[in-house]
Antibody, heavy 129, light 109 residues
Framework: QVQLVQSGAEVKKPGASVKVSCKAS????????MHWVRQAPGQGLEWMGI????????SYAQKFQGRVTMTRDTSTSTVYMELSSLRSEDTAVYYC??????????????????????WGQGTTVTVSS | EIVLTQSPGTLSLSPGERATLSCRAS???????LAWYQQKPGQAPRLLIY???SRATGIPDRFSGSGSGTDFTLTISRLEPEDFAVYYC??????????FGGGTKVEIK
C-alpha cells in the first residue's frame, strides 16, 4: 500500500540543525511531488515547501527561505527536510505529504490542485536548551 | 499572500446533525485550488475534498464541498461519531505558495 514513513523524534538545542527523512513506498517515487508541513503544539498547519523527487527542484515558503533545504535520494525513495538555526518556535510536528497530482508539473504552477493525498505519521522536533 | 479565515472556530453539534463549515479567502481563489482536510488528535491530516468539491478516495458522500471566489463551504450532512475532529481548508497558489486556514473544531454537544 502507499505509505510514507518518517524518521523518529528529535531533540535539538537552539542554533542546531535537524534533518527529517520521509521514505516512500507503494508507488512510483519520482511521479509525485512531496510537501513538508509543520504543526506547532496546539496550533494549525503551516506549509514549508515542496520538492520534485524526479528532478530535485524545490520551492520554499518565504518564511523558511535560507533556513530550509529539501533533498531527495531516488535510490532509496526518500526525501529529506533539513531546518537550520533552530529556535524554540520551531518546536513542532513535521509532516511529509504527497501531492496528489501524478506526473504533472507543480512547480512553478500546477494546472489543477489534487491536494495532499498521503501523509507521513509525523516527526516531533523539540528545540530546547 | 492569500489569507484563509475559517468560521466558526468551534462548532458544537450532536451526532446526526448537519455541520456547515466556512472558509473565506482574502482574495479570489480558483475553485481548482481549494482543498479540505480532517485531523483527529494525534493523527496526521486526511484529505477530504480537492478542487473545492471533489471527494478524495474513500471519503463518504456525507462530506461535500462547495463555493467559489472567496467563499467556500464544507458540509457534513449527518455527523457520525468519527467525524468529530478539526477541519482545515487550504489553497494552492502559483510559485507555489500554499496556505491553510486556522481550522474549525467540530465537537460533540
Amino acid at each position: 500500500q502507499v505509505q510514507l514513513v518518517q524518521s523518529g523524534a528529535e531533540v535539538k538545542k537552539p542554533g542546531a540543525s535537524v534533518k527529517v527523512s520521509c521514505k516512500a513506498s507503494g508507488y512510483t517515487f519520482t511521479s509525485y511531488y512531496m510537501h513538508w508541513v509543520r504543526q506547532a503544539p496546539g496550533q494549525g498547519l503551516e506549509w514549508m515547501g515542496i520538492i520534485n523527487p524526479s528532478g530535485g527542484s524545490t520551492s520554499y515558503a518565504q518564511k523558511f527561505q535560507g533556513r530550509v533545504t529539501m533533498t531527495r535520494d531516488t535510490s532509496t525513495s526518500t526525501v529529506y527536510m533539513e531546518l537550520s538555526s533552530l529556535r524554540s518556535e520551531d518546536t513542532a510536528v513535521y509532516y511529509c505529504a504527497r501531492d496528489g497530482a501524478p506526473d504533472i508539473v507543480v512547480v512553478p504552477a500546477a494546472p489543477y490542485y489534487y491536494g495532499m493525498d498521503v501523509w507521513g505519521q509525523g516527526t516531533t522536533v523539540t528545540v530546547s536548551s | 499572500e492569500i489569507v484563509l479565515t475559517q468560521s466558526p472556530g468551534t462548532l458544537s453539534l450532536s451526532p446526526g446533525e448537519r455541520a456547515t463549515l466556512s472558509c473565506r479567502a482574502s482574495q479570489s481563489v480558483s475553485s481548482s485550488y481549494l482543498a479540505w482536510y480532517q485531523q483527529k488528535p494525534g493523527q496526521a491530516p486526511r484529505l477530504l475534498i480537492y478542487g473545492a468539491s471533489s471527494r478524495a478516495t474513500g471519503i463518504p458522500d456525507r462530506f461535500s464541498g462547495s463555493g467559489s471566489g472567496t467563499d467556500f463551504t464544507l458540509t457534513i450532512s449527518r455527523l457520525e461519531p468519527e467525524d468529530f475532529a478539526v477541519y482545515y481548508c487550504q489553497q494552492y497558489g502559483s510559485s507555489p505558495k500554499l496556505t491553510f486556514g486556522g481550522g474549525t473544531k467540530v465537537e460533540i454537544k
